[in-house]
């Protein structure tokens, strides 16, 4: 995902995204630009640029459940652009999903989650797996503040239970850029290392991510025996 500062008061004024997307296809844009794409214009005092990002962290702080009323809940966001948005990103799981993408080492992981790097505050997000360490599904199980995200082993593996999955992958940022656990992430994984043993289920790995880097509790042998 390109990190690009978009100053754009007004799409109709400042049509140059449209004419460098035209001419460099459409992987050029980066995230708010293709909101900015999709939704065209923005409102009195909220700009298009503004509203973009407002979308992105909507995006980024929902699941499939609560996306809709998460984006119409935005102002200059009705029923008719929250659909838009949320028919591209479906399109966009559809043609290019992580569904079913077996995962065979923690570098198969950051691509699904490295968005979540540029958040200003901390995303808990899990990944389950089948039997085959195919991707069942990503959650984000909680978005908290800029220096910590409360979970809970109920709301973690919540989403495995319920789709029987045989392992699961934890993952959150740290927006401070810090890339190495803190005394709460290993107390946080040791406790969801013991549910999961009571569960049956794989705790496959813990993975800090910021915008340079990550960590994985994995590779760096922190985990126990499962």
């Known amino acids: 995902m390109k990190n690009k500062i978009c100053d ?12 460098l997307t035209l001419a460099n296809g459409i992987s050029y844009p980066s995230d708010e ?47 008719s652009r929250a659909l838009a948005v949320s028919a591209a990103i ?19 992981i950051i691509q699904y989650v490295r968005q979540y790097s540029l958040e200003p505050s901390e995303h808990f997000i899990t990944i389950t797996t089948n039997g085959a360490q195919e991707i069942l599904s990503t959650r984000v199980v909680s978005v908290g503040t800029v220096n910590r995200a409360l979970i809970h082993p109920r709301e973690v593996f919540a989403s495995a239970v319920a789709e029987h999955a045989s392992g ?22 040791v406790q969801l290392q013991k549910a999961s043993k009571i569960l049956g289920i794989s705790f496959l790995d813990h993975i800090i991510i910021t915008r340079d880097s990550y960590f994985s509790f994995l590779e760096h042998g922190l985990l126990s025996e499962n």
């Open 90 to 108: 479906e399109l966009g799981r559809r043609r290019r999903g992580y569904l079913h993408s077996v995962v065979r080492n923690t570098k198969d």
């Open 33 to 79: 630009e293709l909101i900015m794409l999709i939704l065209g214009r923005g409102i009195k005092g909220n700009p298009i640029a503004q509203l973009s990002d407002k979308v992105i962290s909507a995006i980024n702080a929902s699941n499939d459940d609560n996306l809709m009323e998460n984006l119409t809940a935005i102002p200059g966001m009705g029923d």
């Open 8 to 19: 754009y008061s007004n799409l109709n004024r400042h049509p140059d995204i449209r004419e």
């Open 168 to 189: 699961i992958i934890c993952c959150h940022n740290h927006p401070c850029n810090q890339c190495y656990p803190s005394d709460a992430d290993i107390e946080s994984t």
